[in-house]
């Protein structure tokens, strides 16, 4: 598998940071197998890049989304 930025694991959402060297092909290609993974063991994955930190209100809103998400889903699966 691979090693996760950060990660909630009650949550099971991961936030992995992609710096310029995930540009190359086989990075991208090793970053969607690992993205695969982790959905198939019911993990939300979020990619952020310097983009989304040079502009902090932007990168509040994808993470309070993804939180949301996560509890939602989370909720969800109690309820079954």
């Keep these: 598998m691979a090693r996760l930025d950060l990660g909630c694991e009650e949550l099971k959402l991961a936030l992995q940071y992609d710096g310029s060297g995930h540009l190359h092909r086989s990075v991208r290609d090793r970053d969607s197998r690992i993205n ?5 063991l019911d993990w939300h994955v979020v ?21 949301g ?12």
């Design 47 to 67: 990619r952020v890049t310097k983009g989304h930190l040079d502009d902090a209100a932007a990168f509040g809103k994808v993470l309070r989304d993804a939180v």
């Design 36 to 40: 695969a993974e982790l959905a198939n």
């Design 69 to 80: 998400l996560c509890e939602r889903r989370l909720a969800r699966w109690e309820g079954d």
